[in-house]
């Protein structure tokens, strides 16, 4: 039986990344902050019990080392991060240092204990920022525009090193926005969805949303922790965009969601405190690569994404008929 580790496993990511090792007979390890903490998602997925559980401080090497000895692991997928652009602005140092430390004290501690455990990077298609042309490809130069997106373009050249420097089987996961029903509600498509279902008992409530005018390539989070494992299960390491190739404006997502549910979108207001220090206008990538060498396929439209959400919302509201 093959043995991985899961960091970051309380996310959104971790468990359906989870979900799909014990689907495929892993023993799945997940790193917790606090072993008293409540895993909503692997609970929501009803996996719980079939998770071990393990604190591991990301700070530490020699939590880290403590780990890797007692499990010695086929695989590790490091999706621990202060994962939000926005409070990257309000935790710059916080956001970076962690987001950077903590990539560099697995892979060290995996070169000096096991060079053949293999390492997936949780990187993010933020790196990129301000690009000349569009679809992203892994080639495009990266002028990231946050603490977060910087903090991950560290992680990511930190990841290339060791795989350059020491043949170790590392890869980065270069992920464009991905969405699902456990997405925490600081972000726009879950905040926009829950509150919308919210607003269908409570006629008054008010949405604040920010800069509506950006256009994001959206996907669906189940389908692509499928591209993850794929990186990890292919013989020669290297890096993948994971995106669906098509941009739509958070203005569209929000009118789609409001008409689907006959809302009046009388009720949004945009609070200038939303609204970003630098930001994004448009971007969108190319999964050519991933598709050909990977095999992974994706091929969902984020209109229907949004429905399979909205239905999803609805069903743990109560509201369906
Ligand atoms: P998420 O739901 O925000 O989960 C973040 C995870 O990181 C949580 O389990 C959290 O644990 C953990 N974490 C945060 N700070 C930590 C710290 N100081 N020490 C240990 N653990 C810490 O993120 P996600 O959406 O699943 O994304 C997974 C990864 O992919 C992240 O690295 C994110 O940056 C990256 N990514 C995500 C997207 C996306 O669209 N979702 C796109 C590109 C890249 P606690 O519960 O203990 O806070």
Known sequence: MKVAVITG????????????LLSKNYKVVGIVRNLNQRLHGLEYLNIHDQITLELCDLWEQASILRLLSKYNP????????QSSVGLSFEYPVETLKFNITSVLNFLEV???????IKFY???SSEMYGVVKELPIKITTPMHPLSPYAISKASGFWTGINY???????CCSGILFNHESYL?????????????AVKMLKDSSLLMYLGNLDVNRDFGYAPKYVEAMWLMLNTDMPKDYIICSGKSISLRSIVEYVFDKLNLNTSN?????????????LDIYGDNTESVKVLGWNYDLDFYKVLDLLIEEELMNNSLMN
Request: hydrophobic share 40%; aromatic share 10%; no cysteine.
């Open 268 to 280: 949004i207001r945009i609070s200038s405190d939303l609204i970003r220090p630098t930001d994004i």
């Open 9 to 20: 496993i309380s996310g959104q990511d971790g468990a359906y990344l989870a979900q799909l």
């Open 183 to 195: 997405r925490s509600h600081n972000f726009f498509v879950k905040k926009v969805v829950s509150q």
């Open 121 to 123: 990077q949780a990187s």
């Open 74 to 81: 086929d695989e590790i997928y490091n999706l621990a991060a």
């Open 163 to 169: 795989r350059e420097a020491y043949g170790m089987h």
């Open 110 to 116: 995996i070169r000096l204990f096991n060079k053949n």
